[in-house]
C-alpha cells in the first residue's frame, strides 16, 4: 500500500491501474474519443441567463417525484454519489471510514422494508486526494467502487502542467480509475480555446485507461457562455465527464450553471455521437436538491443520464440526508441524523 | 409500481395534489350557488341555473345561477348605492381593505389554486406559481394607487360604477386584473365571470366579504353571454371593461356606442415568436413552450405563430420536436405534467378542426407523443410547420395548444410577416444581439414585447393591445387611468345648436375686387381639388357668402388615408424634429395673426379682439406641443424580475379628427396638435360652418416644413365624411368633436378594425381653459403604450 505523496517519473506506466475492470457502468456507453477543435462550436454558443434561470425555476412545478417513486429516485441517486472528502485534515482512517460508508450507504433494515434487501446498493465512487488512492482502493477491494482522485494541482489548478500530468498517472497508477482534473480558469477567462484543449488533451493521455472528469470550477467562469463554451472545449479534448466545481469556490453547482452544461453534452452528442457525463459538485446537501437535479438530467438529457454511468454528484453530507428521507418514507416518521451510520 | 420497478424504470409516478378543501367548500354551499349580490349570495331572480363541470372529467361540479337583466339590475343597484360612499372611505381607507384583499388571497392560496385547476383544467403549477400570486400581487400594488391617488390622480375622479366580464382562461386572475384598479379608484363593480368558471369569483366574493369589504362595492352576477349583454346595456353602468374574444369585444363596442360608457377591451391576438439566427435557441425552444403550451395554449398573448430564420430553421424543428417529446399532459391536480385539460369539449373540437384544415392547407403535424388520459378534454401540443401566411391557421386565432411555424430571411420580413395580421396583442423576440433585438421591439405592432422571454406578466406593467387586439391597459399607472376621468370634462354642457344661416342677396360694386381664391382640400401635402369637384359656400352668421370650400368625398378620404399611411416616417421622426415643426407652425401662424384673425371674426361674427384672441390661444397652443413633443414621454417599469419593462409612447397611426364649430382654428389646433407631436398622421375635417381658417392653413403647413401626408385636410359635410373615416379599415383612431349623433355613429362604426376613439358625445369643451383641452389630458388619446420586457444577465 502506499500511502506516498510523491509523484512518479511520466515514463513510468501506471499498469495496475490499467489491469483493474473498469467500474463505473460504461458498458453502453461508447467513451469519448474527443474530436478536432473545432472554434465555430464555440462561437457560436449563445446562452441566455434570464431564460436558463426561468428554465430552471419553473421545472420543479413540472416535475416531481412522491413516494415510491421518490424512494426509487432517492435510492438511484445514491448510486450516483462520488462520497467526497477533501480536506487538509483527512487521513487514511477518516478514508476508510468513507469508504466504509460507500459500501454499505444505506442501513440494511431499511433496505429490506424498500425491497431491497440482498441487491447490491453503494455510491458510486469514493473520491479523495491523490494520498488517499491507495488507501481508499485497498478499503474497496471487492466491492466494485471505483476510486476518483482530484487531480491537476486541485482546486486551483495553477502547478506546473508536467507536474499535473505526473500526478494523474500518479494517482492512476495507485489505481484510481477516475482522475477529476481541474482546469486552467485562465484559459478561459481569456478565451485562449486552444491552450485549454490541448491541455485537457493532455490530461485525458495521461489518464490511459482512467475516466477524465474535466472540473470547469463554475464559480470562477462567472458567465453561462463562459460555462458552456469550456464545456465545448473540454469535450472535444476527450472529457469523460464534465463537473461543475472543486466545492471551493465561492459559488459551487447551480441549477443553471448544470442545465448550460447539459445542454452542451446534448449538442456534442448531436455533432459527435458521444454520449458524455456530467458531474455537478458542492452545495448539493439534500434530498430535495438532488432530486431536482435528477429532474433536470432526465428532461434534458433522458433516461440514460441517471445511471452512475453519466451522472455523479459530488457530495458529503447529501448521503446522510437522503438516508432520513428514505427511513421517513419506510416509517412514516421524520428521522434524525443519529439514526444512520455516518460517513 | 413498486420502489424496485420504479429504480429500474425511473418513471415520475403520479403526485396529485390533495382536493379535499377545494370539494369541502363545494360541498358547504350544496354545490349550488347563487349570484353574490350586496353582500350575500342571492338566488337568481328568474330561479334557472345552469351546470357548470370540470374539464379533466366531465363531471358536473356545481350548479350556477343563470343571471337575468333583474339580477343584472339588482347587483347594478346595490353597487350605485354604495359607491359614494366607497368613494368617500378614501384613498387610504381602500388601501386598507384592497391590502386585506391580498392578504386573503395569499392566506387562502391553495384553496383558490385548487379550485382553479378543478373548475378550468390548467394545471395546479399554473394556478399555485402564477395566477394566485399574481392576483394577490395585483390587489398589493393597486392598494398602492389608492394610498397615492389623491396625490397622484388629484385632477381624477372614478367613473362610478363598473361592469366587468371576464373569461374564462384565467378566471381569479382577470377578476384581479380587473377589480383592483377599479377598486382603488373609488369605483364598485358589477362582474360576470366566464359561464365555464365562475367558481373563484364566488370565493373571491364570499372571502372578501369575510375579510370586510363593504357590501355591494363587488357584486358578481354568473350567466352566459346574455348575462352579459344585459351587464352592457344596463343605464346604470358607467363603464364596460372587457376581456375576450375579438368577435365578443365588437358586439360591445356597437352596444354602447353613444352611451357614454367608458370601454376598455382586451380581446384576442395572434402573436408572433421570432427566433433569429442569433438566438440562445435552447431557451427560444423552452420559451416556446411558456408561450404555446402555457395554459394549455389558451391564452390571448400566446406566441402562437413561431417566425423562425431560414437558416436555422431545420435546427430549431429538431430541437423543438426533441422538447416536445417530454411534455405530460396530465390531470390539472397532477404536479407532474406541463399542459391540463382544454376548457370545455366546444373548444377542444374548434382546435381539432382547426388543425385538420392547416394539415389540409399544407402544413406538416407534429404532436407530442406522450399519451393523454382517456378521458376528459384533452389535446396534445402540436406543431404546424411549414404555414404559409395565407393558411386559415396563420390567420385566425386558435386559442389551443396549437403553434404554427413559417420562416423569414431577414429582420425586415420577420418585421413584416409579424405585423402582417389585425391583431397586435403580444411579440417575443429572440436574438442575443441587444442592437437586433432593441430594433425589432418598437417595429412590432404590439402592446407587449417581450426580449427573450415570453408571457410575462405584473401588477405593475401595463398589458393591452394595439390594432384589433383590444384598447386600453391593465397594469400599473397605464390602467389606473382606465378607471378615472378628468374632473375638468365632468361639467361639460351640451353645446347649443347653432342656428341655420341662409345666405344674404349681395351684389359687388364696382370696387377693385380681391384676386379669387379656390380653396383645395389638402391631401399628400399638395392642394387637391376635391374628387367630386363640387363646392361648398361658406357664410358669414349674417348669410355674407365669405367664399368657397371644395365639397370632399369619399374617395378624397380615402387619398387623404393613403397620404396619411405613406407618411409612416413621422412617427419615427425625432421628437426634436417634431417639436422644431410645431414651434416653426407657431412662428409662421403669429406671422399671419391678424389674416386668421379677420378670417375668424368674418366667419364667426367674433369681435376683432376676441379673434385675435383665439389665434393667439392657437399659437400658444401649438408652442404648448412643441414643448410636450420631446417630454411626454414613457416609463421604465420595474417589476420583479432582474430587467426592466420599457413603456414606451408610441403614435396611433393614422387618426381622423372631426373638428367642431366652435373656436374653428383654436379647436382644430388643439386637435391636431398633440396627435402630430405624438408622431400620428391625421385627417383633419374642419369645422363645417367655419372651414375657410383650415384652408387658410395650407400655405402656414407648407411654409412650415410639415412633411406631405401627415396633416390632411378634407373639407365638405362633416359628418358625411366622419362615417367615411370611421368604417375606413386604416384610420387606427377617431376624435370626433362635434355633434352627440356623430360621437355615437363614430364609435358604432369603428368596429370594422375596433378603431380607438375619443368622442365629446356632443358636450361643449372649453378650448380656451388648458386644463380642459391641452396637454396630458388628450395626449394620453394621441399615444398607445407599448410596454417592452427585457430581462437581463449574463
Avoid at chain 2, 390567420?395 to 420562416?407: D, K, R, S
Amino acid at each position: 500500500m502506499s500511502q506516498s505523496a510523491s509523484i512518479p517519473e511520466p515514463s513510468r506506466v501506471p499498469l495496475r491501474g490499467r489491469e483493474r475492470p473498469v467500474a463505473i457502468e460504461a458498458a453502453a456507453v461508447a467513451r469519448n474519443a474527443g474530436c478536432a477543435l473545432e472554434l465555430d462550436w464555440v462561437d457560436e454558443i449563445r446562452i441566455n441567463l434570464s431564460a436558463a434561470e426561468r428554465r430552471v425555476a419553473s421545472l420543479p412545478g413540472r416535475r416531481t417525484v412522491k413516494n415510491e417513486a421518490q424512494a426509487a429516485w432517492l435510492l438511484k441517486a445514491i448510486t450516483c454519489i462520488d462520497l467526497t472528502t477533501l480536506n487538509g485534515d483527512d487521513t487514511a482512517g477518516r478514508v476508510r471510514r468513507l469508504c466504509a460508508k460507500a459500501r454499505q450507504p444505506v442501513r440494511a433494515d431499511i433496505l429490506d422494508a424498500l425491497g431491497f434487501a440482498g441487491r447490491k446498493l453503494h455510491t458510486g465512487a469514493i473520491c479523495v486526494y491523490h494520498r488517499f488512492v491507495a488507501a481508499a482502493v485497498e478499503a474497496l477491494d471487492g466491492s466494485g467502487i471505483p476510486v476518483a482522485a482530484v487531480s491537476t494541482g486541485f482546486p486551483a489548478g495553477l502547478v506546473p502542467h508536467n507536474v499535473k500530468l505526473r500526478e494523474i498517472e500518479a494517482s492512476v497508477q495507485d489505481g484510481a480509475e477516475e482522475i477529476d482534473i481541474v482546469i486552467t480558469r485562465e484559459h478561459v477567462l481569456t478565451g485562449d480555446w486552444r491552450a485549454l484543449y490541448q491541455e485537457v488533451k493532455d490530461f485525458r493521455a495521461a489518464c490511459g485507461h482512467a475516466h477524465l472528469k474535466t472540473i470547469l470550477a463554475t464559480g470562477d467562469l462567472k458567465t453561462l457562455r463562459n460555462v458552456a463554451r469550456a464545456s465545448m472545449v473540454c469535450m472535444m479534448a476527450g472529457a469523460d465527464f464534465i463537473k461543475t466545481s472543486t466545492g471551493k469556490e465561492g459559488v459551487n453547482a447551480t441549477l443553471p450553471v448544470s442545465l448550460v452544461m447539459l445542454r452542451m453534452i446534448r449538442s456534442y452528442q448531436d455533432r459527435t455521437g458521444y454520449k458524455i457525463g456530467f458531474k455537478p459538485a458542492g452545495g448539493i446537501s439534500t434530498a430535495k436538491d438532488v432530486l431536482n437535479y435528477q429532474i433536470l438530467m432526465k428532461e434534458e438529457l433522458g433516461r440514460e443520464w441517471l445511471e452512475p454511468s453519466l451522472f455523479r454528484i459530488g457530495a458529503s453530507s447529501l448521503l446522510a440526508d437522503i438516508e432520513r428521507q428514505l427511513e421517513h418514507h419506510v416509517t412514516g416518521r421524520y428521522s434524525a441524523f443519529n439514526r444512520h451510520p455516518v460517513a | 409500481m413498486s420502489v424496485a420497478q420504479y429504480y429500474e424504470t425511473m418513471e415520475y409516478g403520479p403526485a396529485p395534489e390533495a382536493d379535499t378543501e377545494a370539494r369541502a367548500w363545494l360541498a358547504r354551499h350544496g354545490a349550488s350557488f347563487g349570484h353574490f349580490i350586496n353582500g350575500a349570495f342571492a338566488a337568481p331572480a328568474d330561479g334557472k341555473h345552469f351546470a357548470t363541470s370540470e374539464p379533466a372529467t366531465g363531471k358536473v361540479l356545481a350548479k350556477l345561477a343563470h343571471g337575468s337583466a333583474a339580477d343584472i339590475d339588482a347587483a347594478v343597484i346595490a353597487a350605485r348605492k354604495v359607491q359614494p360612499q366607497w368613494l368617500r372611505l378614501g384613498g387610504h381607507g381602500r388601501a386598507r381593505h384592497l391590502y386585506a384583499l391580498a392578504r386573503m388571497l395569499q392566506r387562502h392560496a391553495r384553496l383558490f389554486a385548487v379550485l382553479e385547476a378543478i373548475d378550468n383544467g390548467k394545471p395546479l403549477r399554473e394556478t399555485r406559481d402564477l395566477d394566485i400570486p399574481l392576483a394577490a400581487r395585483h390587489f398589493l400594488h393597486h392598494a398602492g394607487w389608492a394610498q397615492l391617488q389623491e396625490r397622484e390622480f388629484a385632477d381624477y375622479a372614478p367613473l362610478g360604477v363598473i361592469g366587468q366580464i371576464i373569461p374564462w382562461n384565467f378566471p381569479l386572475l382577470m377578476l384581479a386584473w380587473k377589480l383592483a384598479p377599479a377598486l382603488a379608484m373609488g369605483n364598485t363593480v358589477v362582474l360576470k365571470p366566464a359561464e365555464f368558471t365562475s367558481l373563484t369569483a364566488l370565493l373571491f366574493a364570499e372571502l372578501a366579504a369575510q375579510a370586510g369589504l363593504p357590501a355591494g362595492v363587488l357584486n358578481v352576477v354568473t350567466g352566459d353571454g346574455a348575462t352579459g349583454a344585459a351587464l352592457v346595456d344596463h343605464d346604470g353602468i358607467d363603464k364596460i371593461a372587457f376581456t375576450g374574444s375579438t368577435e365578443v369585444g365588437r358586439l360591445i363596442r356597437q352596444a354602447t356606442a353613444g352611451s357614454g360608457k367608458s370601454l376598455t377591451l382586451e380581446l384576442g391576438g395572434k402573436s408572433p415568436f421570432i427566433v433569429f439566427e442569433d438566438a440562445d435557441l435552447d431557451a427560444a425552444v423552452e420559451g416556446v413552450v411558456d408561450a404555446i403550451f402555457f395554459n394549455q395554449g389558451q391564452v390571448c398573448c400566446a406566441g402562437s405563430l413561431l417566425l423562425v430564420q431560414e437558416g436555422i430553421a431545420e435546427n430549431f424543428r429538431q430541437r423543438l420536436l426533441r422538447r416536445m417529446e417530454t411534455l405530460r399532459v396530465g390531470p390539472p391536480l397532477d404536479k407532474a405534467i406541463d399542459m391540463g385539460a382544454i376548457v370545455d369539449p366546444v373548444q377542444l373540437d374548434r382546435i381539432a378542426s382547426l388543425v385538420e384544415t392547416g394539415v389540409k392547407e399544407g402544413a406538416q403535424k407534429y404532436q407530442a407523443p406522450g399519451e393523454l388520459p382517456q378521458h376528459g378534454c384533452f389535446y396534445p401540443p402540436t406543431l404546424l410547420w411549414d404555414v404559409q401566411p395565407s393558411s386559415t391557421v396563420a390567420i385566425e386565432e386558435i386559442f389551443g395548444p396549437v403553434l404554427v411555424a413559417m420562416t423569414f430571411r431577414t429582420p425586415d420580413e420577420a418585421v413584416m410577416l409579424a405585423n402582417n395580421t389585425r391583431y397586435g396583442l403580444a411579440a417575443s423576440v429572440w436574438s442575443e444581439t441587444i442592437g437586433r433585438a432593441l430594433d425589432i421591439a418598437p417595429k412590432l405592432l404590439a402592446g407587449v414585447v417581450w426580449i427573450n422571454a415570453t408571457n410575462l406578466f405584473d401588477a405593475g406593467v401595463g398589458f393591452g393591445g394595439y390594432r384589433e387586439s383590444g384598447f386600453g391597459r391593465e397594469g400599473g399607472r397605464e390602467g389606473i387611468t382606465e378607471y378615472l376621468k378628468p374632473v375638468v370634462w365632468s361639467g361639460r354642457k351640451p353645446r347649443a345648436v347653432q342656428p341655420a344661416v341662409t345666405e344674404t342677396d349681395e351684389h359687388a360694386g364696382f370696387a377693385l375686387p380681391t384676386i379669387d381664391r379656390t380653396p383645395k382640400l389638402f391631401i399628400g401635402g399638395k392642394q387637391v381639388r376635391p374628387d367630386g369637384n363640387y363646392s361648398r359656400a361658406v357664410l358669414s352668421p349674417k348669410g355674407k357668402h365669405l367664399g368657397e370650400v371644395g365639397d370632399g368625398n369619399r374617395k378624397d378620404i380615402r387619398n387623404a388615408v393613403a397620404a396619411a399611411r405613406a407618411a409612416e416616417g413621422w412617427g419615427r421622426a425625432t421628437t426634436h424634429n417634431r417639436a422644431q415643426i410645431l414651434y416653426y407652425l407657431a412662428e409662421n401662424l403669429s406671422a399671419r395673426g391678424d389674416e386668421f384673425a379677420a378670417r375668424i371674426a368674418a366667419m364667426t361674427g367674433l369681435t376683432a379682439a376676441k379673434a385675435k384672441a383665439e389665434v393667439d390661444a392657437a399659437v400658444s397652443r401649438l408652442f404648448s406641443y412643441g414643448a410636450w413633443a420631446d417630454k411626454y414621454e414613457g416609463a421604465v417599469h420595474t417589476p420583479p424580475l432582474r430587467g426592466v419593462a420599457l413603456a414606451m409612447h408610441e403614435p396611433i397611426g393614422v387618426v381622423g379628427v372631426a373638428c367642431p364649430d366652435e373656436a374653428p382654428l383654436l379647436a382644430l389646433i388643439s386637435l391636431v396638435a398633440p396627435l402630430i407631436a405624438m408622431g400620428n398622421r391625421v385627417v383633419v375635417v374642419p369645422s363645417e360652418r367655419h372651414p375657410l381658417v383650415a384652408t387658410d392653413l395650407y400655405q402656414v403647413l407648407e411654409t412650415s416644413d410639415v412633411p406631405a401626408g401627415v396633416i390632411n385636410i378634407v373639407t365638405g359635410k362633416r359628418d358625411a365624411l366622419v362615417k367615411v373615416l370611421a368604417e375606413h379599415d386604416d384610420v387606427d383612431a377617431l376624435w370626433v368633436f362635434g355633434s352627440k349623433e356623430a360621437s355615437a355613429m363614430a364609435e358604432r362604426l369603428s368596429v370594422g378594425n375596433l378603431k380607438r376613439t375619443l368622442v365629446d358625445h356632443g358636450l361643449l369643451t372649453d378650448w380656451y381653459d388648458a386644463a380642459a383641452s391641452e396637454g396630458p389630458i388628450l395626449l394620453h388619446h394621441a399615444v398607445q403604450v407599448k410596454n417592452i420586457w427585457i430581462p437581463y444577465g449574463d
